[in-house]
């Protein structure tokens, strides 16, 4: 299961091949500003509006969710708190 000295050697091996790798390959230079120009006639503007508010739409969903679910425990605790109270 350890593998033994040969995986060590191995990784070993594998790494300063990588590293010399890295030493060769040229660095990646990113544009400053990426144009949508370009591609802006391949957008449905109506497809686009729809996929914002359903976005939108489930942002909102969710925050309203979040909310219900704090009101229940809070009130859950409330509520079991009282009944503690009471027995005692």
Request: charge should be positive; charged fraction near 20%.
């Amino acid at each position: 299961m350890g593998g033994g000295a040969g995986f060590s050697l191995s990784g070993n091996h594998s790494l300063k091949d990588n590293r010399n790798l890295g030493k060769i390959r040229p660095i990646p230079v990113a544009k400053d500003s990426y144009s949508y120009q370009s591609k802006i006639h391949l957008v449905n503007l109506k497809t686009l509006d729809e996929s914002i508010q359903f976005r939108i739409e489930r942002k909102i969903n969710q925050e309203n969710f979040r909310k219900w679910i704090f009101r229940g425990i809070w009130i859950g605790g409330l509520i079991l708190f009282l009944i503690l109270y009471l027995i005692n």
